[in-house]
T-cell receptor, first 111, second 116 residues
Framework: EDKVVQSPLSLVVHEGDTVTLNCSYE??????LLWYKQEKKAPTFLFML????IEKKSGRLSSILDNKELFSILNITATQTGDSAVYLC???????????FGKGTKLSVKP | EAQVTQNPRYLITVTGKKLTVTCSQN?????MSWYRQDPGLGLRQIYY???????DKGDVPEGYKVSRKEKRNFPLILESPSPNQTSLYFC???????????????FGPGTRLTVL
């Protein structure tokens, strides 16, 4: 059965800390892995990763994929209170068009 | 403005009363999908559509129907809603890339449904 597992489920840090969110996956016909940020509304897109070992960066956020060990990490440096959200890891895999979501990591950044 | 719209945004209904949640996108995307989001379970895919008249079951299709008669619209139909379908529902669309739909999903604002 295809699955995406995120860890930790919840994380509380202080402003300025660096955090690493983890996503491991087992999917048939892997195509890509995506990260989303969800505040109190619809998810917003962060990154899409298809190639192993290539880091994607956007400001203080970065992500990398290892499709031999079947995991991805999302790093956030110098965290701010505005980074507080649920971070979702998503895989395209399984049958064509099927999306598999992890349960998310809830990040709380305290001032 | 490129967007995915859903209606209604909030709905309270009673068991057994058929309802439809509409979803429309103006980006000419081939791929559309419905999800439900529940505490502790995350987002789960209900149905998806790779193009007009092509729909497939996701992970939790029971109790739902969809149709894709036009490219821009992908309504979600609950023929006989039950309390366990109380949830937050998202519609999303994306363009189709090579080898399938592996591009960024654009999400609608969500529909909060309560079935009493």
């Amino acid at each position: 059965e295809d699955k995406v597992v995120q860890s930790p489920l919840s994380l509380v840090v202080h402003e300025g800390d660096t955090v690493t969110l983890n996503c491991s996956y087992e999917v048939t016909n892997f195509r890509s892995l995506l990260w989303y940020k969800q505040e109190k509304k619809a998810p917003t897109f962060l990154f899409m990763l298809t190639s192993s070992g290539i880091e994607k960066k956007s400001g203080r956020l970065s992500s990398i994929l290892d499709n031999k060990e079947l995991f991805s990490i999302l790093n956030i440096t110098a965290t701010q209170t505005g980074d507080s959200a649920v971070y979702l890891c998503v895989n395209y895999g399984g049958s064509q068009g099927n999306l598999i979501f992890g349960k998310g990591t809830k990040l709380s950044v305290k001032p | 403005e490129a967007q995915v719209t859903q209606n209604p945004r909030y709905l309270i209904t009673v068991t057994g009363k058929k309802l439809t949640v509409t979803c429309s996108q103006n980006m000419n995307h081939e791929y559309m999908s419905w999800y439900r989001q529940d505490p502790g379970l995350g987002l789960r895919q209900i149905y998806y559509s790779m193009n007009v008249e092509v729909t497939d079951k996701g992970d939790v299709p029971e109790g739902y129907k969809v149709s894709r008669k036009e490219k821009r619209n992908f309504p979600l139909i609950l023929e006989s809603p039950s309390p366990n379908q109380t949830s937050l529902y998202f519609c999303a669309s994306s363009p189709l890339g090579l080898a399938g739909a592996y591009n960024e999903q654009f999400f609608g604002p969500g529909t909060r449904l309560t079935v009493l």
